[in-house]
């Protein structure tokens, strides 16, 4: 129903800085919050930033003053610019966001397929 595409992964030096961006398409009615997870291997999937449809945001502690989300409601996209990254944001990043869509009255969750950020020390 809903698709979320990633990009703008890759591999940097620590202190680099990269952008990633997820477009949503399908049968949205509207998008309530956008955001990234990441997950590292041997660890859990953890919140790094969500931006919701008033423009409240919140952030990993790990993450913050370093990472910005920010997102474009009119072409459903959300960006995560990422700077002054270290060795340990390496990890594959999630899209994720919260969609009514045009065939239920509810909320479903939605995942894309992660895009892998490298951080080199």
């Known amino acids: 129903q809903v698709r979320l595409v990633e990009s703008g992964g890759g591999l940097v030096q620590a202190g680099g800085s990269l952008r990633l961006s997820c477009a949503a398409s399908?049968?949205?009615?509207?998008?309530?919050?956008m955001g990234w997870y990441r997950q590292a291997p041997g660890k859990q999937r953890e919140l790094v930033a969500q931006?919701?449809?008033?423009?409240?945001?919140n952030y990993a502690d790990s993450v913050k003053g370093r990472f910005t989300v920010s997102r474009d409601s009119a072409e459903n996209t959300v960006w995560l610019l990422m700077n002054s990254l270290k060795p340990e944001d390496t990890a594959v990043y999630l899209c994720n966001a919260g969609v009514l869509t045009t065939s239920a009255p509810y909320e479903y969750n939605f995942w894309g397929q992660g895009t892998q950020v490298t951080v080199s020390s």
């Open positions: 931006i919701r449809s008033g423009g409240s945001t």
């Open positions: 399908g049968s949205i009615f509207r998008i309530n919050r």
